[in-house]
């Protein structure tokens, strides 16, 4: 069975930085793309970034560019997002999903997420 | 950027009935466009990728039309477990943006 498992969410002081990461199981994880979405609470569904399968190409939002860091350990099948400088805007949970083979960048799969409080 | 904006952003319907729900980009984008199902507190679900193909599992009642610029969603036979928040999605280049949602709820 497919799974994808996110850790390490909590509550960060804004200026503050955290590490997401994204267990997966259930298929070839170096196969394929996966990016990270959120949702702040009570609001729509917003696109983070994504990372090719080999982890070569990588795409943000403008609204984290230069602040999120994301990568991938192909041999841990893990992803991560190292999210920096953090603001309340980017209090969210944070979702891991795959996208499916080739350049298919929508989100087939989803783990449940992981909640950031950005707050002093 | 290309925007998504999604129409109505919440509808009331009984059960039997047909909903169609639109999904407009500010530009072309073939028909690069996904849908997706969120129920309250529970994560998104994909229902349907290339503007009209149904993902495995998801019920027939569903289907999606479109492409270029307009699209929509339509539930033929709307049922008490559709109530839901959907959202449409562009994949065709980077951002892949959403479309902020249509809030469906049962009269």
């Known amino acids: 069975e497919l799974q994808l498992v996110e850790s390490g969410g909590g509550l960060v002081q804004p200026g503050g930085s955290l590490r997401l990461s994204c267990a997966a199981s259930?298929?070839?994880?170096?196969?394929?793309?996966v990016s990270w979405v959120r949702q702040a609470p009570g609001k729509g569904v917003e696109w983070v970034s994504t990372i090719g399968g080999g982890g070569i190409s990588t795409y943000y939002a403008d609204s984290v560019k230069g602040r999120f860091t994301i990568s991938r350990d192909n041999s841990k099948n893990t992803l991560y997002l190292q999210m920096n400088s953090l603001t309340a805007e980017d209090t969210a949970v944070y979702y891991c999903a795959k996208c499916p083979r080739g350049y298919n960048w929508y989100f087939d799969y989803w783990g449940q997420g992981t909640l950031v409080t950005v707050s002093s | 950027d290309i925007q998504m904006t999604q129409s109505p952003s919440s509808l009331s319907a009984s059960v039997g009935d047909r909903v169609t729900i639109t999904c407009r980009a500010s530009?072309?984008?073939?028909?690069?466009l996904a849908w997706y199902q969120q129920k309250p507190g529970k994560v998104p679900k994909l229902l349907i990728f290339a503007a009209s193909t149904l993902q495995s599992g998801v019920p027939s009642r569903f289907s999606g039309s479109g492409s270029g610029t307009d699209f929509t969603l339509t539930i033929s036979s709307l049922q008490p477990e559709d109530v839901a928040t959907y959202y449409c999605?562009?994949?065709?280049?980077?951002?892949?943006?959403f479309g902020q949602g249509t809030k469906v709820e049962m009269k």
């Open positions: 999605q562009k994949y065709n280049t980077a951002p892949w943006t």
């Open positions: 259930g298929f070839t994880f170096s196969n394929y793309a």
């Open positions: 530009q072309g984008i073939s028909n690069y």
